[in-house]
Each structure stands twice: as C-alpha cells, then as structure tokens.
C-alpha cells in the first residue's frame, strides 16, 4: 500500500534551517509528481511547494520562495525540502503528498511538525 512517511521536523530559531524528508514506498514514485503542504494551528491547509517528473520542474508558494527548496532522489524514493531562512510564520504541520492522475493529492503522510521560535 501507498505510505509517505515525514521526517526532518524540530524547533528551529528565526533564520535557521531545517531539511524534511518524505519517505515513499508503496508506487513507483519517480512516475509521480509530489507536493508539500502546510497547516498551521487553526489555520487552513496551504500549499508550499510541487515537484514534477521528467526535468523536474519546481514550483512554490511566493511565501516561501527563494528561501525553500523542494528536490527528490528517485533512486531512494525521497522527497526533501530544504528551508532556509526560517520564519515564524512558518510554523506548521508539513505534510507530504502524492499528486495523483487528476492533480488532487490522493495520498497524504502523517506530518511533521516544525516550530519557529526564539
């Protein structure tokens, strides 16, 4: 069965960095795009960013652009994000999510809680 698996969560200080992964077993991950969401309390879901096949092409929300960086190794059926730069404002559940045939995310993992404070 599809399992996604998030990791790489913490507390991290303003301006500090976090990278999170999202482990993929389950489907033949390098056919698939993949995306990371946000949820922060109280609040609704937000997307962050989407990764695609082929080239690879990558996409962000302009709340966090030019500070994260989505990538996979397809060869480990790994998601990463890469946050830099951290804000308070990014504090939040983050989650991974498989981006199915109709560009709904049909596979969620459980989330990985990042906090950013002093």
């Known amino acids: 069965q599809v399992q996604l698996v998030e990791s790489g969560g913490g507390l991290v200080q303003p301006g500090g960095s976090l990278r999170l992964s999202c482990a993929a077993s389950?489907?033949?991950?390098?056919?698939?795009?993949m995306t990371w969401v946000r949820q922060a309390t109280g609040k609704g879901l937000e997307w962050v960013s989407d990764i695609y096949i082929g080239d690879g092409n990558t996409y962000y929300s302009d709340s966090v652009k030019g500070r994260f960086t989505i990538s996979r190794d397809n060869a480990n059926n790994t998601l990463y994000l890469q946050m830099n730069s951290l804000k308070p404002e990014d504090t939040a559940l983050y989650y991974c999510a498989r981006v199915g045939p109709a560009f709904e995310n049909d596979y969620w993992g459980q989330g990985t809680q990042v906090t950013v404070s002093s």
């Open positions: 389950g489907f033949t991950f390098r056919t698939y795009f």
